[in-house]
């Protein structure tokens, strides 16, 4: 069974960082699948944060996190990761990590095939 197991979430303070890592089961053929970031705030829908294409060569952003979070992945490692940089108070939400059997870089949360169980973030103010 394919698993994605996130790691990293916490409490932190408003300008603060946190690094979100997404390890992937070996069954997962990792370098096959675009990752990608999503989070989902309580009452609110699920969100597209970041996305990466399978070699890193691309990569999308949700506006609202450009130029803060930068996500990257280790093909050796199976893992893709989020760095949040300057976080603010509606940063917080649950993250998920998602892998997606695709070509292109995706965004819209029906076209991920697997998704992990998620980590909370909280930015306080």
């Known amino acids: 069974q394919v698993q994605l197991v996130e790691s990293g979430g916490g409490l932190v303070q408003a300008g603060g960082s946190l690094r979100l890592s997404c390890a992937a089961s070996s069954r997962l053929t990792f370098s096959n699948y675009v990752m990608g970031w999503f989070r989902q705030a309580p009452g609110k829908e699920r969100e597209f944060v970041a996305a990466i294409s399978r070699r890193a060569g691309s990569t999308s952003y949700a506006d609202s996190v450009k130029g803060r979070f930068t996500i990257s992945r280790d093909n050796a490692e199976n893992t893709v990761y989020l760095q949040m940089n300057s976080l603010k108070p509606e940063d917080t939400a649950v993250y998920y990590c998602?892998?997606?059997?695709?070509?292109?870089?995706?965004?819209?949360?029906?076209?991920?095939?697997?998704w992990g169980q998620g980590t909370q973030v909280t930015v306080s103010s």
């Open positions: 998602a892998a997606s059997y695709t070509i292109l870089v995706v965004t819209t949360k029906d076209k991920y095939d697997y």
